[in-house]
């Protein structure tokens, strides 16, 4: 199994809404990662989690909420988010933090906060 | 500061042409240089990376070549196919762990007209 998978597809939410995105993979990857990507623009890196503790925290707002339960998943928990933060967010993973240069990504979420 | 400048920002190929796109950098500690494939709707996907010690990889109708004393990275689409209309992001990294270590382009959208 090669694959990242992330859970919802698409999420509309409100500013006053709590919400949490969904990321696994099972291809026995240590770290694991969430970028933020708008519209014909680069992935942004946000967080990076190195056997399930956050290694790097790129200066993202304390609206979003990362968690890492255990090896296989990652969550991104969303409360009173702005219109701006509207984008694709990515989940992606490498074998270890040393393969950050090989990375797996899914297919995102896009998130449309109105 | 831009890490990574990639040219063109657009690009239409007639089907069977080449495709060129252009990475330059500045630093030179950078060692990895991989090229991620993106589908609209979808997460961005390792298509093909070189190490700075290499001065061409092919795989498939893909190429990149490496000219290190230019500072300077492509990406060759040979035969090109409108299945091969995508976005394109080069990207450099430096091999130390715990830091933000891969920088990404801007984007090259190929467009590829049957």
Known sequence: DTEVTQTPKHLVMGMTNKKSLKCEQHMGHRAMYWYKQKAKKPPELMFVYSYEKLSINESVPSRFSPECPNSSLLNLHLHALQPEDSALYLCASSLDSNSFYEQYFGPGTRLTVT | ?114
């Open chain 2, 1 to 114: 500061q831009q890490q990574v400048k990639q040219s063109p920002q657009s690009l239409i190929v007639q089907k069977g042409g080449i495709s060129i796109i252009n990475c330059a950098y500045e630093n030179t500690a950078f060692d990895y240089f991989p090229w991620y494939q993106q589908f609209p709707g979808k997460g961005p996907a390792l298509l093909i990376a070189i190490r700075p010690d290499v001065s061409e990889k092919k795989e498939g109708r893909f190429t990149i070549s490496f000219n290190k004393s230019a500072k300077q990275f492509s990406l060759h689409i040979m035969d090109s196919q409108p299945g091969d209309s995508a976005t394109y992001f080069c990207a450099a990294s430096i091999g130390q762990t715990g830091a933000n270590n891969l920088f990404f382009g801007t984007g090259t959208r190929l467009t590829v007209i049957p």
